[in-house]
């Protein structure tokens, strides 16, 4: 599977928030959209995921026009986590999480024997299985966020979008979620498309990188590639430096000033 964006613009009304913007996604790879405030990071993740219609351009999934899916097929084939999500009160976690079910199901289909596996299957995947018959307003911030993860993951994506999926968690729950994220990635094969702010949280996690400054792609390759001092100083006015440690896999960054 393979989604391929080209010349896109992006806006509400007249206001463009992003112009003439290209990006191919590959299955089975971690990509990350990065860059500050503002720069159109979540708009261009709408956009791909047919939330937001673009003004220009055009997006493919697997060659074939975006906007010709009709939405139950689309939910086959790309699964969204937007930044904002809530759910009635009552609701418990598993009846939550069976509604990622429903791409799959006629009207007034009940949930057969397949549904309830790919369930358990996807809570267990979350580490939620054993929060099922709670309320979801009875546990934990990142909790929920698993919670939501798993949701979109029962409609059995090829790719998965998530927009900000660390916002709001602290600093051990965003360490389990982009764990978890990651794990799902190489043991399920699903492809994963963050728009992240963390750029530690990026280099840890991504396969790829695309960067944003003012509405248009600054750059876009391997985490190695693309997270450098330049980039750091041009997109987000700091001096910083990449750190390369003997024994670790990734970079680090240390920061040093305000432009």
């Known amino acids: 599977?393979?989604?391929?964006?080209?010349?896109?613009?992006?806006?509400?009304?007249?206001?463009?928030?992003?112009?003439?913007?290209?990006?191919?996604?590959?299955?089975?790879?971690?990509?990350?959209?990065?860059?500050?405030?503002?720069?159109?990071?979540?708009?261009?993740?709408?956009?791909?995921?047919?939330?937001?219609?673009?003004?220009?351009?055009?997006?493919?999934?697997?060659?074939?026009?975006?906007?010709?899916?009709?939405?139950?097929?689309?939910?086959?084939?790309?699964?969204?986590?937007p930044q904002m999500h809530t759910a009635p009160a009552d609701f418990r976690v598993k009846e939550l999480v069976s509604y990622g079910r429903m791409p799959h199901q006629g009207f007034f289909s009940r949930l057969s024997a397949e549904d309830e596996k790919i369930i358990e299957e996807a809570m267990r995947a979350t580490g939620t299985y054993h929060l099922r018959d709670k309320s979801i307003h009875e546990?934990?911030?990142?909790?929920?966020?698993r919670v939501w993860i798993a949701t979109v993951l029962t409609q059995q994506p090829e790719i998965l979008f998530l927009d900000e999926p660390t916002t709001y968690l602290d600093?051990?729950?965003?360490?389990?979620?982009?764990?978890?994220?990651?794990?799902?990635?190489?043991e399920t094969g699903v492809g994963v498309v963050m728009v992240l702010h963390d750029l530690a949280h990026a280099l840890e996690a991504s396969d790829r990188i695309v960067v944003i400054k003012d509405g248009k792609k600054y750059s876009?390759?391997?985490?190695?590639e693309v997270i450098t001092s330049k980039m750091l100083w041009e997109v987000y006015h700091v001096s910083g430096e990449i750190i390369h440690v003997p024994g670790r896999g990734k970079p680090l960054i240390a920061y040093r000033e305000l432009a």
């Open 139 to 145: 546990i934990s911030g990142g909790e929920t966020q």
């Open 220 to 224: 876009e390759g391997t985490p190695d």
């Open 1 to 81: 599977m393979e989604i391929n964006a080209k010349g896109l613009q992006i806006g509400y009304g007249d206001y463009v928030v992003v112009e003439d913007f290209d990006i191919r996604i590959g299955k089975h790879d971690v990509t990350s959209i990065i860059g500050p405030n503002g720069s159109g990071k979540s708009t261009v993740l709408k956009a791909l995921t047919r939330l937001l219609r673009y003004q220009k351009g055009t997006v493919f999934l697997d060659g074939r026009e975006m906007a010709e899916f009709a939405p139950k097929e689309l939910a086959r084939r790309i699964g969204v986590l």
């Open 171 to 186: 600093i051990s729950h965003q360490l389990e979620t982009m764990q978890m994220i990651r794990r799902l990635n190489q």
